[in-house]
């Protein structure tokens, strides 16, 4: 083991008056040995460990079992108990999300990082829209099955996410913005007001004027027929109210 020399305490010089030799040191050693890493030993016994290492060789697997590996572990799964309950938690969550909003958009995730991933959810939080990467295909399709939005199946496929909001109108105009300006999501389709749209009928329903201006046109177009009835009925009247009016002027003139 090697020894550290710190701790070693220097004595004075010390002359023996027996002998005629030269003056000599003394060191009181007061530091401990260092048998916290040990020596790594000579080359030659390293060498002989190194080469007389067993090698131990795996069984070879069989294409078989290779192939049914993974079909085993999914079945594994599904019958866990644990894993069932998790997923059915999964589900219903999934389900009261298509309950509660208006508008359910699917978008295909191509490859991003993380921080491209919460850099994008944090836009659409703040347009009041929520991404969700949470459901998988699975879940989505069995949340659906049964449901009026069970033709929404053939939209799950490959890598895909959810964004969902509560009202629509300006939250699809902003939607369709941010993924404009997004190329690692790419729009499919949705659900907008429980009606299944493409991703070329959600660009149109985009496209649309807003809510109160187009109520606003409909009532004016409504009380136009209804204006347009009165003018009418009081046109004889006011016609007939303006031709006396001139023959009493042209009366009084006369005389």
């Known amino acids: 083991m090697a020894a550290s020399t710190k701790g070693f305490m220097y004595l004075k010089p010390h002359i023996s008056h027996l002998s005629p030799r030269a003056p000599f040191l003394q060191f009181v050693r007061t530091a401990k ?65 298509f309950q509660e909003n ?26 009041d829209l929520a991404l969700h990467f949470e459901f998988n295909n699975q879940i989505c399709k069995e949340s659906i099955a049964g449901t009026k939005w069970a033709n929404m199946e053939r939209l799950f496929s490959g890598r895909n996410m959810l964004i969902s909001c509560k009202e629509c109108g300006q939250q699809v105009k902003d939607m ?15 659900v907008v007001e429980n009606r299944l749209l493409s991703r070329d009928g959600i660009l149109k329903y985009a496209e649309l004027p807003n809510i109160e201006l187009l109520h606003g046109e409909l009532l004016s177009i409504m009380n136009y027929g209804a204006s347009r009835t009165r003018t009418l009925l009081g046109h004889h009247q006011q016609t007939l109210s303006i031709n006396l009016q001139q023959l009493v002027k042209q009366t009084n003139d006369e005389m």
């Open 33 to 97: 040995f260092n048998t916290k890493h040990t020596r790594p030993g000579p080359l030659p016994r390293r060498v002989l460990e190194s080469i007389s290492v067993p090698i131990i060789i795996s069984p070879p697997i069989s294409p078989a079992e290779t192939c049914t590996r993974n079909a085993r572990r999914k079945e594994a799964i599904a019958n866990s108990e644990v894993e069932n309950r998790f997923q059915q938690f999964l589900i219903k969550q999934c389900k009261l999300m």
């Open 102 to 127: 208006q508008l359910i958009a699917v978008v295909q995730q191509l490859p991003m990082s993380g921080t491209v991933k919460y850099a994008i959810r944090n836009k659409l939080f703040k347009k």
């Open 176 to 190: 369709v913005k941010i993924l404009k300006k997004t190329p690692e999501l790419v729009l499919l389709g949705g």
